[in-house]
C-alpha cells in the first residue's frame, strides 16, 4: 500500500517487464525534457533581477517552452557556466531564429572566450528573442555565434560604450521565397530597449 497527497490509500500495482506503473514507452524521452524545463525555468527567474513573477510569467513562458520542449536534437549542447551570465548584468544579449527551413536551430555564443548561449531556438512568428543578461565591461570584446545544425558561423569584434543591448539573427531561407538567402547570422549591437515590430 502507498499513500496518495490526498491522504487516500491505494493498492500498489505490479511491476511487469520492468515498467513501473504509470511510465508509457515514451517517457524516457520526456523525462529529460522535464528536467531541461525546470533548469530553464530557474535560470530565468534568476536572471529576471526581481522582476515579479506575473510579469516574469507573461514575458518568458513562451521563450521557456520554445527552448526546452522544441529540441534539436544536439546532444552535445551544454549549459553555460560563464561568469558573464549575471541577471544584473549591463548588457542583455538577445537571440532569434529567423529560419522557418531550419526549425529549431542550435545556437551557441562565446564572448571573450566564454561560452555564454548554448540552446535551442524555434522560429515561433519569427517575433521570438530570448534574452540573456550580461555582466560586460566597457570596451571591445569578441563574439564567436555559431551553429552545427544551421551550418553558419560569425566571429566579430564589438565595442561596448553606450549600447546596452545585443542581437543575434540566424537566417536561412531557400529558393522558394523571394530570393534565396544564404545561411548565416546577423550580429548588433545598440541602445536598448529592444523593439520589435
Known sequence: MIARRDGRKVEKEKQENGVRPFDPPFSRDVVPQFRRLRRVIQT?????????MPKMVHVMIPAVVLLTLTGCGDPELSAPSSSLLDPNGNFTL???????????????VEIDGELVVSACFAVGTQHSFV???LSLSEGKHQIR?????GDAELSTE?????????????????????????????FRTQKGPLLID
Open 145 to 149: 555565434i555559431w551553429s552545427k545544425k
Open 158 to 186: 564589438f565595442e561596448l560604450e553606450d549600447h546596452d543591448v545585443g542581437v543575434i539573427t540566424y537566417w536561412y531561407s531557400p529558393r522558394r521565397h523571394y530570393e534565396p538567402t544564404p545561411r548565416h547570422f546577423n
Open 44 to 52: 530565468v527567474y534568476a536572471m529576471s533581477g526581481g522582476l515579479e
Open 131 to 133: 534574452p540573456f543578461v
Open 94 to 108: 538577445f537571440v532569434s531564429n529567423q529560419s522557418f527551413e531550419i526549425d529549431p536551430v542550435d545556437v551557441r
